[in-house]
């Protein structure tokens, strides 16, 4: 699910049980974006992939070339 800030629902509010971003504490949802095409860059080291909204901590980025995600390169620590 796409929330509003760009970002794929990471969680879920404790009390109402709807998707939220826990990075934005955003809890408004969007259509989901085309994604076809499109690439992601790690955040870290910029080792990119195909967009997608399964990746972790993945933000879409509408006006810039690369959406964002983090692939672990540091860990999950």
Same mark, same amino acid.
């Given at each position: /699910?796409? !929330?509003?800030?760009?970002?794929?629902?990471?969680?879920?509010? /404790? +009390?109402?049980?709807?998707p939220v971003c826990?990075? #934005? @504490?955003?809890?408004?949802?969007?259509? +989901?974006? %085309? *994604?076809?095409?499109?690439?992601?860059? #790690? !955040?870290?080291?910029?080792?990119?992939? +195909?967009?997608?909204?399964? *990746?972790p901590f993945f933000?879409?980025?509408?006006? @810039? %070339?690369?959406?964002s995600f983090y692939?672990?390169?540091?860990?999950? %620590?």
């Amino acid at each position: /699910m796409m !929330m509003a800030c760009g970002h794929a629902a990471n969680g879920k509010d /404790m +009390e109402t049980r709807k998707p939220v971003c826990v990075i #934005c @504490q955003c809890d408004t949802i969007t259509v +989901e974006p %085309d *994604l076809r095409g499109r690439r992601a860059k #790690c !955040m870290v080291c910029s080792e990119t992939r +195909e967009s997608n909204m399964k *990746l972790p901590f993945f933000e879409y980025k509408s006006n @810039q %070339d690369y959406d964002s995600f983090y692939d672990g390169c540091r860990g999950f %620590d």
